[in-house]
């Protein structure tokens, strides 16, 4: 079964860091494109960032741009995500998932087709 | 970056009942947009992709319509398992930016 597997949430005091873990299973990890998103009840689900299957190319929300790192290691079919400079807003639940290409009629679309459980990060004194 | 609205925030229906929620980009997105599906407690799960798509092993009274800056997903006839909230997301630029919609609550 195609699976993904959160770790390293936490409570943290605002001006921490904190590193996510996101562990792979039954599909090959090198050839997607992943992505963190959070959620957090009062504004609902928020991408975080996206990673290249290769790790040359990362992109980032605007509000975490500068603080938090999107990385990943293919050998060990792992993604990680390095947060610093934590505030409260950054409080949520994380989920990693797996980008998806799917062709459908006439091109290629994107789509977040396999999450984790999520991993929750509390930012608080 | 592209917004996307949902509408209504919430809504109570019944079994059998026909429902239809709408996302609207801010931009035209042609059919760059998925749908998915979120219980409580959970992670969430992809329904529908490219606007028209249904993600395999999703029931068929699940559909979705829509191109350009409107969108619909219809749930034809309602079960109870259907209780959940429902968000839209644009993939128009699937790298750069992804944007969700605020979530729809559907009790039934």
């Known amino acids: 079964e195609v699976q993904l597997v959160e770790s390293g949430g936490g409570l943290v005091q605002p001006g921490g860091s904190l590193r996510l873990s996101c562990g792979v299973s039954e599909f090959t990890f090198s050839k997607y494109w992943m992505s963190w998103v959070r959620q957090t009840p009062g504004k609902g689900l928020e991408w975080v960032a996206n990673i290249k299957q290769d790790g040359s190319e990362k992109y980032y929300v605007e509000s975490v741009e500068g603080r938090f790192t999107i990385s990943r290691d293919n050998a060990k079919n792992s993604l990680y995500l390095q947060m610093t400079s934590l505030r409260a807003e950054d409080t949520a639940v994380y989920y990693c998932?797996?980008?998806?290409?799917?062709?459908?009629?006439?091109?290629?679309?994107?789509?977040?087709?396999?999450w984790g459980q999520g991993t929750t990060v509390t930012v608080s004194s | 970056d592209i917004q996307v609205t949902q509408s209504p925030s919430s809504l109570s229906a019944s079994v059998g009942d026909r429902v239809t929620i709408t996302c609207r980009a801010s931009?035209?997105?042609?059919?760059?947009l998925n749908w998915y599906q979120q219980k409580p407690g959970k992670a969430p799960r992809l329904l529908v992709y490219a606007a028209f798509g249904l993600e395999s092993g999703v029931p068929s009274r699940f559909s979705g319509s829509g191109s350009g800056t409107d969108f619909t997903l219809t749930i034809s006839s309602l079960e109870p398992e259907d209780a959940a909230t429902y968000f839209c997301?644009?993939?128009?630029?699937?790298?750069?930016?992804?944007?969700f919609g605020q979530g729809t609550r559907l009790e039934i």
């Open positions: 998932a797996r980008n998806r290409s799917s062709w459908y009629l006439t091109g290629y679309y994107y789509n977040l087709d396999v």
């Open positions: 997301q644009q993939c128009y630029s699937p790298f750069h930016s992804i944007t």
């Open positions: 931009q035209n997105i042609k059919n760059y």
